[in-house]
């Protein structure tokens, strides 16, 4: 029989998978964007970029669940 989580737990779950889904999502976006990967500067400028349009994104989603 399948254990009931209790919705703090469901709350850390549910963050877990946010932020693994957002991890791969700046990556991937990251790599679509950058024309020249061998420029490791611009590829990580456009990193920090995504990430922080997605922890924007989380923060808003936290607030509205």
């Given at each position: 029989?399948?254990?009931?989580?209790?919705?703090?737990e469901l709350r850390d779950k549910y963050q877990k998978l946010l932020a693994n889904s957002c991890i791969i999502a700046?990556?991937?976006?990251?790599e679509d964007n950058t024309d020249s990967p061998t420029n490791e500067e611009e590829y990580l400028a456009k990193a920090k970029k995504n990430i922080s349009i997605l922890k924007t994104r989380i923060k808003l989603i936290q607030l509205a669940s």
């Open positions: 029989m399948k254990k009931k989580l209790s919705i703090q700046v990556v991937k976006r990251t």
